[in-house]
């Protein structure tokens, strides 16, 4: 979690590698709808992330991801309390990774970055919207600066998870 341009669909990426998780990058479940208004520089409001959050809370569940038995990671800003009651009401069980980072380097990233339908300018009102996690959120924070491997390697040990293990035959 976090906002635009903190990193979440590329560590959610490696993680997902590194773990043998399923990984779901949040903005492919948008409505076509909230791209378009995104596109033209104009921030959600609730009642247009409430149906793509019940969306991603239905993957974290385990819904509509074909059938994995492995628990997914999934890409989605989650900056309200209200945003993340809503994914833990579909899988209470959900760890979140907030990739926090200053605006001035988040702002950097995005400027580099071209991006579908998310632009610059936007950053502001999402840095605005952001509540930072509460100590009964189960939740790691990820520090953005740090390179992305040893960010990758931190993450995993503070949830504790280990990588996958490739099983061989006969072993």
């Known amino acids: 979690m976090g906002v635009s341009g903190c990193g ?5 990426t490696l ?3 590194r773990l043998g998780m399923p990984f779901f990058d949040g903005d492919d479940f ?19 992330r409430e149906p793509w959050l019940g969306r991603l809370g239905e ?20 900056l309200k309390r209200r945003y993340r009651d809503l ?22 990233r995005m400027e580099a970055r071209a991006h579908e339908f998310m632009p610059p ?18 939740h790691v924070l990820g520090d953005i600066t740090q390179p992305l491997d040893p960010l990758v390697e931190s993450l995993c040990a503070n949830l504790g998870v280990m990588p996958a293990v490739a099983h061989i035959e006969g072993e």
Request: glycine share 10%; proline share 5%.
């Open 121 to 138: 300018a936007l950053l502001a009102s999402q840095f605005a919207a952001l509540e930072e996690l509460e100590a009964d959120e189960a």
């Open 30 to 48: 948008h409505p076509v709808a909230n791209k378009q208004k995104m596109a033209a520089g104009v921030a959600l409001t609730d009642a247009d």
């Open 8 to 12: 979440k669909s590329t560590v959610g």
């Open 59 to 78: 993957l974290l569940a385990g819904k509509g991801d074909g059938g994995t038995s492995v628990p997914p990671i999934v890409a989605c800003s989650a």
């Open 87 to 108: 994914l833990r009401s579909c899988a209470p069980d959900v760890v979140f990774i907030h990739l926090a980072g200053d605006a001035a380097t988040i702002g950097a």
């Open 15 to 17: 993680m997902g590698q």
